[in-house]
């Protein structure tokens, strides 16, 4: 006995399934295309006739009402990706050819002329050995090939920086040694310039190479000489000067100078006796930058006898790393020593 109120299930419309299955493949591929900003394209190989649709026309900086043709398609592509991309399309429209068609060039917007990277995938399809039409899909891959552009720059900037640190320490360790009395001296001596250096780097690496600090440059060479904590080296030195960025070489060299100098001034001048105590300054004049220090307080001071290493350093390396020039005075009241060097080699930016 049948419910007069319960109506039978409706039979099954497999044509509405279709449809409905259909819908949501169509959405799951508009997903997909909008999750990898990806548009569509199509080409008709027999009328010429190209369809693209909005993120595609956004790629080539295309207005939604402008003609889409081969034509130009190849007036926007970069003059320098023309025969990669021709010999990628006569691959993609060659019947024995297995591979689809794929290539990365840049194209510059027809309008805002705006150029951008992008990722191109298409498969061609043949009618009796003829290719009638390709179908593929466009890929603004413009931030990535940036990215890979910066690690290729950020390598190159390191092979040049490896080497260029190589000859420093090549040099650090050949002066050392001429200067050392014994196995023990030259391994104090240069354990401690190559710690001088490796402070520097530390600096540049803390700002990703594009600079160190002036007053941090100062305070960790100071303290490493000394032994103490960066916050004490006022008690033993007067710094003053403007807050500067130095560029990557500048502030290894003036890192190495500051070295020697208060190496120097512990072993035989202003801080090797109580009381004595370094000024040291750095200002920014008629587009150089100079670096004074002064010290006072310590033993009389007269010209060395001879040239050490730390020497040679502060009267002609770093001068000449960085195209500048050095005045060494050796008054009695104390050792004094400025650096002269032209401010748009040296300074990266002025805080």
Not at 97 to 103: A, I, N, Q, T
Not at 223 to 248: R, T
Not at 311 to 336: C, M, N, Q, W, Y
Request: glycine share 8%; net charge neutral.
């Amino acid at each position: 006995m049948t419910d007069a109120n319960l109506s039978p299930d409706p039979p099954s419309q497999p044509g509405c399934d279709f449809i409905r299955e259909q819908a949501f493949t169509l959405e799951r591929m508009r997903l997909a295309l909008d999750a990898g900003r990806t548009g569509i394209w199509d080409w008709n190989l027999v009328t010429g006739e190209v369809v693209l649709d909005a993120r595609v026309r956004a790629l080539w900086g295309l207005s939604e009402d402008a003609p889409a043709n081969l034509d130009v398609f190849r007036s926007a592509l970069h003059p320098q990706d023309k025969k990669r991309t021709k010999e990628a399309i006569e691959q993609a429209l060659d019947p024995n050819s297995p591979d689809d068609y794929e290539s990365e060039y840049r194209v510059i917007g027809q309008i805002d002329r705006v150029e951008r990277w992008v990722s191109v995938r298409g498969r061609t399809f043949f009618e009796n050995g003829r290719p009638v039409r390709i179908v593929g899909t466009a890929r603004d891959i413009t931030p990535r090939k940036h990215r890979e552009q910066h690690v290729r720059t950020l390598l190159r900037e390191l092979v040049h920086r490896s080497k260029n640190l190589l000859a420093v320490v090549q040099a650090m360790s050949r002066q050392t040694a001429t200067g050392s009395g014994s196995i023990e001296d030259f391994q104090r001596k240069f354990s401690a310039r190559l710690q001088a250096l490796s402070m520097a780097h530390d600096l540049l690496i803390s700002q990703d190479w594009r600079g160190a600090s002036m007053h941090d440059l100062v305070r960790a060479q100071m303290a490493y000489c000394l032994d103490i904590g960066a916050s004490e080296v006022g008690d033993h030195a007067s710094i003053d000067g403007p807050k500067v960025m130095l560029k990557p070489e500048a502030a290894q060299n003036i890192g190495l100078a500051l070295h020697e100098l208060a190496t120097n001034a512990l072993a035989h001048g202003a801080l090797s006796r109580a009381g004595g105590n370094v000024a040291l300054n750095w200002r920014l004049e008629d587009g150089r930058f100079f670096v004074n220090w002064r010290e006072s307080g310590g033993p009389r001071v007269a010209p060395p006898p001879r040239e050490g290493f730390g020497h040679k350093v502060i009267k002609r390396l770093v001068a000449l790393a960085l195209d500048g020039s050095t005045t060494l005075d050796f008054p009695p009241e104390g050792f004094a020593w400025t650096l002269s060097v032209p401010a748009s080699s040296t300074v990266a930016k002025i805080a």
